[in-house]
């Protein structure tokens, strides 16, 4: 790095990555994975061949060939809670943009640099909200009216597939 953007724009790959990539990939997963027949965590059959007894169970009672697929009860348990335990947040998060102590630092200049941000985090939730209930946006507006929350900055405590934390844990 040789000079000041080298350094902000190295910064800024750093944190979005440890921030809100990462939250967007972690607390989305529980809507996609925690019920198992979406994403079952392992398969106890090989894809049938074509001609197999295996393939024409397949074509004569799908369901049923599928079942026979999935993880038994207590993989699956196992594995929905764990995604589930990652994807939640707890009672204490602190977000991106927040701190749990107003006394961290003194200093003018980082405290009106961190309220500047906080803002401009506020403002891009604002957008969200306002893009989820545009009716021209097609790709958000479906038949089950899932809003986008994932790159939400805040959250409530639990399952909600959105907030972005001030730390990762993992």
């Known amino acids: 790095m040789q000079t000041l953007e080298d350094l902000t724009k190295t ?4 944190i979005w990555v440890a921030s809100a990539l990462h939250a967007a990939l972690n607390f989305g997963q529980y ?7 979406d994403r079952p965590t392992m398969s106890r059959r090989f894809i049938p061949e074509p001609g197999s007894p295996e393939f ?18 207590l ?10 335990i990652l994807s939640r947040h707890a009672s204490d998060e602190v977000y ?17 640099a961190f309220n500047k941000f906080g803002k401009s985090l506020e403002e891009i939730e604002k957008r969200i909200t306002e893009r989820n ?6 790709n958000r507006v479906g038949p089950v009216k899932i809003p986008y929350t ?10 909600t597939g959105k907030g972005i934390p001030n730390s990762v844990s993992i």
């Open 133 to 138: 209930n545009d009716e021209s946006l097609k």
């Open 150 to 159: 994932l790159l939400y900055p805040t959250s409530e405590e639990g399952l």
């Open 11 to 14: 910064c800024t790959i750093i």
């Open 31 to 37: 809507n996609y994975a925690g019920f198992m027949p």
């Open 96 to 112: 991106l943009g927040q701190r749990d102590s107003p006394d961290w630092t003194t200093d003018v200049v980082p405290l009106e």
């Open 56 to 73: 024409a169970e397949v074509e004569s009672d799908p369901e049923k060939a599928y079942l026979k697929t999935i993880p038994n009860q």
């Open 75 to 84: 993989s699956t348990l196992l594995g929905i809670g764990i995604i589930e």
